[in-house]
């Protein structure tokens, strides 16, 4: 039985206080970005359950009001979240005990945060998979909670521009680039997804740009020889 | 140009449902996907290149104040690990770089 090893979910989700702090300013800053950009409160909460992923929302608003097509804002969206294709199968041997039904549910509580938890303790000792859940549903509601209130905090500046509002997720995707940066062999990929990128961005409509750009660097990454 | 609000729940579903997809693949796969070579080379890659191609345009859109603000939003974040703080101090940076000064 899962539930048996009582307590796996309360030190997963106490283990996760820390970065729901982290999350917690984030998601103010967000939520004031959302009433900004004129995502409404309801619309807002709907995103925050449903799709549950910051850097995805946070592209999903930086395109807001571009006048993209639904499907495109959609992709890049799913683009900046392939990752977590990667994250959810490091985490299925903790989940093969589980019925497809528990699976299904589970598995949408994997945050970058939470994940990075459970994988840290499992290093250490064993864990459950109510570690990761419980994980999950703490940074679920500092996250929910807090875009909310940084929502109803909103106010709307007569010009954004003044204020370099429109500079905030260049900025905030920027301080997410470095913390991804691995190093030396990151050079070349990084230069050719950001030199293909800027002819997308230039040359092609809508978010094209996102999706060339990292799949051309990833693909130099894979050309690239060992130890380059 | 302002989304409507029936676009604005298509653009929520269609995106919970990709980004759900992928963490539900990535569970049903887990087993099954190479450790190695070029596959593992590639995902390795991608997080970091897609956050290149996300930020670069958007630098070069924002002109040489972009740019200037984009060192800080480097520096802060090397040295303090704290995204909040690198954002706000890049958001401050242009925004006192666009004061006409005279």
């Known amino acids: 039985m899962v539930f048996d090893k009582g307590g796996d979910f309360y030190k997963g989700f106490r283990a996760s206080v820390p970065t729901g702090l982290g999350v917690l300013t984030y998601g103010l800053v967000f939520g004031v970005l959302c009433a900004e950009t004129g995502l409404s409160f309801s619309v807002l909460a709907l995103m925050n359950v449903a799709v549950f992923s910051g850097s995805a929302q946070a592209v999903i608003v930086g395109m807001w009001n571009d006048g993209f097509p639904v499907w495109q804002m959609a992709v890049a969206a799913a683009v900046v979240n392939v990752r977590y294709f990667l994250l959810t199968a490091a985490v299925a041997p903790l989940m093969e005990h589980v019925g497809w039904l528990g699976r299904a549910w589970r598995v949408h509580f994997v945050t970058d945060e939470n994940w990075a938890i459970t994988m840290a303790e499992w290093r250490r000792s064993e864990v459950t998979v109510n570690h990761l859940v419980g994980g999950g549903v703490c940074v679920g509601i500092f996250w929910f909670s807090s875009v909310m209130v940084g929502h109803s905090l909103g106010f709307t500046l007569e010009n954004p521009e003044k204020y370099a509002l429109d500079f905030a997720f260049t900025a905030l995707f920027t301080a997410l680039a470095v913390n991804m940066w691995r190093g030396k062999r990151d050079v070349l990929p990084w230069l050719v997804s950001a030199g293909t990128a800027f002819l997308a961005w230039k040359h092609l409509p809508g978010a094209w740009y996102v999706l060339l750009g990292g799949i051309s660097g990833s693909a130099a990454a894979v050309l690239m020889k060992e130890g380059d | ?102």
Do not use: C, E
């Open chain 2, 1 to 102: 140009m302002n989304v409507t609000n029936h676009q604005a729940i298509a653009v929520i579903l269609l995106s919970a449902f990709f980004v759900y997809s992928i963490r539900f693949l990535g569970l049903a796969l887990g087993k099954r996907l190479p450790k190695t070579g070029v596959f593992k080379k590639a995902m390795d890659a991608l997080p970091g290149t897609i956050f290149a191609a996300l930020v670069f345009p958007g630098l070069l859109a924002a002109g040489w104040q972009g740019l200037i603000a984009a060192v800080f939003v480097v520096f802060i974040t090397k040295k303090t690990g704290n995204v909040m703080l690198a954002m706000l101090t890049g958001v401050a940076a242009v925004a006192l770089l666009r004061i006409p000064l005279f």
